[in-house]
C-alpha cells in the first residue's frame, strides 16, 4: 500500500508528465493542422472519425465536440468499418484517423482502403515512422515521451495529447466560423447550459400570473392580492399598465412595524418606488445576475416602459439556471 505522500507524489507526476505532452503537441502545430483547418472549413461533406481502442474513445469525443461547434461530424470505429462500415463515407467526407502507434493492424487494413476511395485522409499519429503517417495526406502530431503508466503500456499521455489536439481543431474550426452564442445554443437547447443561452426573461414572466394593483388599493386588496398570487409581491401600477411601484412581503412587514393603525393607508403610501426590473427580450440568466446582485426574490418584467410580468427567484431554480 502507497504511502499519502507517494499517491500524492504518483498524482503530481502524472498530471506533469500529460502536460509535457499537451506542450509538445502545441510545439509541432504546423502547415498540416492548418491545411486540415481549411480543409474541413471548405469541405461540402462531412468529418468522419476513426481510430480503434482508446483512440476510438477520444474520437468519439471529437465528433461530440464537432457536432456541438457546428461542424457535422460522425464516428466510424476501425474494427467496424472493415465489416460495412466503411459504407457511410461519402465522396465529400473528410477523414480523421486516430492512432498512437499508427501500426494496428486494423488501422493497416484500413488505411488503404480509406485511400482507395479517394478522401482527404488526415492522420492524428504518436509515431511519424509508421504506416499510418505514410500513408496519411495530412499529419496531426500527438508524439510524446511516455505513457503516465508506471509500465508505459496503459494509454494515458498518448489520449490526453489526441483529446487537446481535438479540442484545439474544433476551437479553430469554430472561430474561424464565426460560431458565437446564439449558433451554439441551436445546438444544446437541453439542459441548464442550454436554457442559459436562449430562455427569456418573457418565457418566465408568461408561466406566472400578473400580479397588479392601482396606487389607491387598500392595505386589505394588497394583502389579497399578494396571497392569492403567491410570488410575495404585487406591483403597482397607473390605468396605462405603467408600473409606479412594487409591494413586497416585506414591505409590508415593515409597514406593520412602522404603523399604529394601516386602516387609511393605501397602496401608495407603502410601495418601492424603485423597482428593479428587465426588459422582457432579455436572457433569463440577465435576469439572475440582477436579481443577485440586488439580494432580491422578486424581478419585473417589461416590455418598453409597460408591465409584462414578474420573475422570481424560484423560477430561475425551477429552470436549473441558478
Same mark, same amino acid.
Given at each position: 500500500m502507497?504511502?499519502?505522500?507517494?499517491?500524492?507524489?504518483?498524482?503530481v507526476?502524472?498530471?506533469?508528465?500529460?502536460?509535457?505532452?499537451? =506542450?509538445?503537441?502545441?510545439?509541432?502545430?504546423?502547415?498540416?493542422?492548418?491545411?486540415?483547418?481549411?480543409?474541413?472549413?471548405?469541405?461540402?461533406?462531412?468529418?468522419?472519425?476513426?481510430?480503434?481502442?482508446?483512440?476510438?474513445?477520444?474520437?468519439?469525443?471529437?465528433?461530440?465536440?464537432?457536432?456541438?461547434?457546428?461542424?457535422?461530424?460522425?464516428?466510424?470505429?476501425?474494427?467496424?468499418?472493415? %465489416?460495412?462500415?466503411?459504407?457511410?463515407?461519402?465522396?465529400?467526407? +473528410?477523414?480523421?484517423?486516430?492512432s498512437?502507434?499508427?501500426?494496428? !493492424?486494423?488501422?493497416?487494413?484500413?488505411?488503404?482502403l480509406?485511400?482507395?476511395?479517394?478522401?482527404?485522409?488526415?492522420?492524428?499519429?504518436?509515431?511519424?515512422?509508421?504506416?499510418?503517417?505514410?500513408?496519411?495526406?495530412?499529419?496531426?502530431?500527438?508524439?510524446?515521451?511516455?505513457?503516465?503508466?508506471?509500465?508505459?503500456?496503459?494509454?494515458?499521455?498518448?489520449?490526453?495529447?489526441?483529446?487537446?489536439?481535438?479540442?484545439?481543431?474544433?476551437?479553430?474550426? =469554430?472561430?474561424?466560423?464565426?460560431?458565437?452564442?446564439?449558433?451554439?445554443?441551436?445546438? %444544446? !437547447?437541453?439542459?441548464?447550459?442550454?436554457?442559459?443561452?436562449?430562455l427569456?426573461?418573457?418565457?418566465?414572466?408568461?408561466?406566472?400570473?400578473? !400580479?397588479?394593483? %392601482? !396606487?389607491?388599493?387598500?392595505?386589505?386588496?394588497?394583502?389579497?392580492?399578494?396571497?392569492?398570487?403567491?410570488?410575495?409581491a404585487?406591483?403597482?401600477?397607473?390605468?396605462?399598465?405603467?408600473?409606479?411601484? +412594487?409591494?413586497?412581503?416585506?414591505?409590508?412587514?415593515?409597514?406593520?412595524?412602522?404603523?399604529?393603525?394601516?386602516?387609511?393607508?393605501?397602496?401608495?403610501?407603502?410601495?418601492?418606488?424603485?423597482?428593479?426590473?428587465?426588459?422582457?427580450?432579455?436572457?433569463?440568466?440577465?435576469?439572475?445576475?440582477?436579481?443577485?446582485?440586488?439580494?432580491?426574490?422578486?424581478?419585473?418584467?417589461?416590455?418598453?416602459?409597460?408591465?409584462?410580468?414578474?420573475?422570481?427567484? %424560484?423560477?430561475?431554480?425551477?429552470?436549473?439556471?441558478?
Open positions: 502507497k504511502s499519502k505522500k507517494s499517491i500524492i507524489q504518483s498524482a507526476s502524472t498530471l506533469e508528465l500529460e502536460a509535457a505532452a499537451i =506542450l509538445n503537441v502545441a510545439k509541432n502545430i504546423n502547415s498540416d493542422f492548418e491545411k486540415a483547418v481549411s480543409s474541413i472549413l471548405h469541405g461540402k461533406g462531412r468529418v468522419i472519425v476513426t481510430g480503434i481502442g482508446k483512440s476510438a474513445i477520444i474520437a468519439q469525443k471529437m465528433v461530440a465536440t464537432f457536432n456541438s461547434t457546428g461542424t457535422p461530424a460522425i464516428f466510424m470505429h476501425a474494427a467496424d468499418a472493415i %465489416h460495412g462500415d466503411l459504407g457511410m463515407i461519402q465522396v465529400d467526407d +473528410i477523414i480523421i484517423c486516430l498512437k502507434s499508427g501500426n494496428t !493492424p486494423e488501422i493497416k487494413v484500413l488505411t488503404p480509406l485511400k482507395t476511395a479517394g478522401n482527404l485522409l488526415i492522420g492524428m499519429v504518436g509515431e511519424l515512422n509508421s504506416f499510418l503517417a505514410e500513408q496519411a495526406d495530412l499529419i496531426l502530431n500527438t508524439s510524446f515521451e511516455k505513457e503516465a503508466c508506471p509500465h508505459n503500456l496503459a494509454p494515458t499521455t498518448s489520449t490526453t495529447a489526441q483529446l487537446a489536439l481535438g479540442d484545439a481543431l474544433a476551437i479553430c474550426l =469554430l472561430e474561424c466560423r464565426d460560431f458565437n452564442e446564439s449558433d451554439f445554443a441551436k445546438y %444544446h !437547447p437541453g439542459g441548464s447550459l442550454g436554457k442559459k443561452l436562449y427569456k426573461a418573457r418565457d418566465l414572466a408568461l408561466s406566472n400570473e400578473k !400580479p397588479s394593483i %392601482h !396606487p389607491s388599493a387598500s392595505v386589505k386588496d394588497v394583502l389579497i392580492e399578494i396571497s392569492k398570487n403567491r410570488l410575495g404585487v406591483v403597482v401600477v397607473d390605468s396605462d399598465d405603467k408600473v409606479l411601484g +412594487i409591494i413586497t412581503d416585506g414591505d409590508i412587514r415593515r409597514m406593520l412595524e412602522n404603523n399604529n393603525s394601516i386602516a387609511n393607508l393605501k397602496a401608495e403610501d407603502i410601495m418601492g418606488r424603485t423597482p428593479k426590473s428587465i426588459q422582457f427580450d432579455a436572457l433569463a440568466v440577465d435576469a439572475l445576475d440582477i436579481i443577485k446582485q440586488n439580494n432580491i426574490t422578486q424581478l419585473l418584467v417589461l416590455e418598453q416602459n409597460t408591465y409584462f410580468g414578474i420573475i422570481h427567484l %424560484h423560477d430561475l431554480l425551477n429552470e436549473g439556471i441558478v
